[in-house]
């Protein structure tokens, strides 16, 4: 099959590829909206059901005063948002809220810290909290800032089997967003998951007041890493009063869906996430979205600090659209619908 843009796909390895250029990636956010939407469509029907859709829910286990000055953030210890923030929950709590996530029918439990990057004595905590999870039969999921290679295996060692890691925007704008840390501080700490072995899930925040090259940066940068995220949150900005992107101009709807679109092309076995900003959508625009090859969301009435839709208008959506959880086995034999964890409303996933 010839596609404008991708040249010949004739399977489904044709499409997998870690040598994007700018100019390439830029060319596919410019093609026309419907031959967009027809080409991710295309690849989206190569490696996934259509139909399902990931649903994933998040636990913030520890929550605001973060040392880091993100610019989107309210967890920044800096910024006055009104952001309540509490320490980090005891093993027995997080047991109690992953038991509750497993009655709800998840298969995966995240938990995120608002840390630039844990020490020591806090990722043994965490991997406390990662065995009671995966004792409970969940999978286990975490997001706590910049890890060390021994950290990244102590918390392997424990079970975990995804770690989150946003990189957030394009390498050439970090610096306008984040001034505590740089992009290689991220590409390094995801080389210590991967080495780790545990499994990545990795995407950024759109709506920042990046160039439409810029977006392209981002998804550029993502695609070309070692190996593919697993999971790619897209998150549109969520505007906080107090932080200092409230009040950035609102991105154009349709460029949102190019991006989901275009991140479905780049990286097509990796499953695409709604993430933070979903509350702010239309219905119609999650359709879009879903047709543009997303095929994950977050569930649950918060992502962290910020909404999210509620279940039952999810459930109803998913209705009318004739979606369905995506199904996943987690144990030979076993069969669950997955109720994933990963990315922060401003995506911190730190
Ligand atoms: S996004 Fe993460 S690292 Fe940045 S300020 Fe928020 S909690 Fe801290």
């Known amino acids: 099959m010839w596609v404008r843009g991708l040249g010949t796909l004739s399977g489904s390895e044709s499409a997998i590829r870690h040598d994007w250029t700018r100019a390439q990636v830029r060319a596919l956010f410019d093609l026309p909206f419907p031959d967009l939407m027809f080409q991710a469509q295309t690849v989206h029907r190569m490696h996934f059901d259509p139909r399902a859709v990931q ?23 800096r ?6 923030a509490h320490k980090l929950l005891s093993v027995a709590e997080v047991i109690e809220k992953a038991t509750a996530a497993k009655a709800a029918g998840a298969s995966r439990f995240c938990m995120g810290a608002a840390w630039r990057s844990p020490k020591d004595r806090e990722v043994a905590q965490v991997a406390e909290m990662v065995e ?13 800032g910049m890890l060390s290679g021994e950290q990244a295996q102590t918390l392997k060692s424990a079970g975990l089997d995804y770690y989150n890691h946003n990189l957030d925007t394009a390498p050439e704008i970090y610096g306008d967003i984040i001034h505590t840390r740089d992009y290689q501080d991220r590409l390094d700490t995801l080389g210590h998951v991967r080495d780790a072995g545990l499994k990545t899930c990795c995407g950024g925040i759109v ?7 810029q977006r392209a940066g981002l998804l550029q940068t993502l695609a070309n890493l070692p190996e593919h995220p697993g999971s790619v949150p897209i998150n549109r900005l969520v505007q906080v009063e107090g ?8 991105l154009d709807p349709f460029e949102f869906v190019r991006t989901i679109a275009v991140a479905r092309l780049l990286m097509p076995r990796s499953v695409v996430r709604l993430s933070a900003g979903r509350a702010e959508m239309s ?3 999650q359709a879009l979205c879903f047709l543009a090859g997303a095929n994950s969301i977050f569930y649950g009435e918060k992502l962290l600090t910020t909404g999210n839709p509620d279940v039952e208008a999810d459930q109803a959506l998913f209705q009318r659209l004739g979606l369905v959880p995506m199904a996943v086995e987690i144990e030979p034999g076993t069969v669950h619908a997955d109720v994933t964890d990963d990315a922060s409303p401003s995506a911190c996933a730190a």
């Open 55 to 77: 649903i994933s829910t998040l636990l913030s286990i520890k929550t605001g005063g973060c040392p880091e000055d993100c610019a989107y953030c309210p967890q920044a210890a």
């Open 79 to 84: 910024y006055n948002t009104g952001l309540k």
């Open 132 to 144: 009671a999870v995966k004792a409970l039969g969940l999978e286990a999921c975490a997001t706590l």
């Open 207 to 213: 709506g920042m007041g990046e160039s439409r090259g």
């Open 243 to 250: 932080t200092p992107l409230h009040g950035t101009a609102l």
């Open 283 to 285: 219905e119609e625009l």
